[in-house]
């Protein structure tokens, strides 16, 4: 069985909105500041723990400034992060409830399910 935790991560300047999903369908959800990300994902606490050993991780962002930065983050740490254009991710009709927590836990459940198709992030001298 597959043990990865699919992270949707809702990004903005000051705040970052995060869902675990797990394979199995467990969903914990976390906010934190945008600078303790790295040390959020370092410790391995993000939102009950999604770094415990053994555990794979897989990111999912938004495409724009803040998403970029994050996911440059998790990778140099060397995690797997996909981006994703907001306009690509599949929405049902009449779904016009935005916030934070319910776009991590969409992107976060659509990751899991391979439904997203990520972008191409530009490098940061871009």
């Given at each position: 069985m597959d043990d990865t935790r699919f992270i949707g991560?809702?990004?903005?300047k000051e705040r970052i909105a995060i869902a675990v999903v797990e394979r199995a369908g467990g969903l914990a959800l976390s906010n934190t500041s945008a600078r303790s990300t790295t040390t959020?994902?370092?410790s391995g606490s993000c939102a009950s723990g999604p770094g415990r050993p053994g555990k794979p991780l897989a990111f999912?962002?938004?495409a724009g400034p803040c998403g970029?930065?994050?996911?440059?983050?998790?990778?140099s740490l060397g995690h797997r992060c996909e981006v994703v254009a907001p306009s690509l991710i599949p929405m049902k009709p009449g779904d016009r409830v935005k916030t934070d927590r319910r776009d991590a836990t969409l992107l976060a459940r659509l990751h899991r399910a391979g439904k997203l198709t990520p972008i191409w992030?530009?490098?940061?001298?871009?």
């Open positions: 991560l809702n990004v903005h959020l994902m370092r999912c962002t938004e970029y930065g994050v996911h440059r983050q998790l990778t992030v530009p490098d940061a001298d871009h």
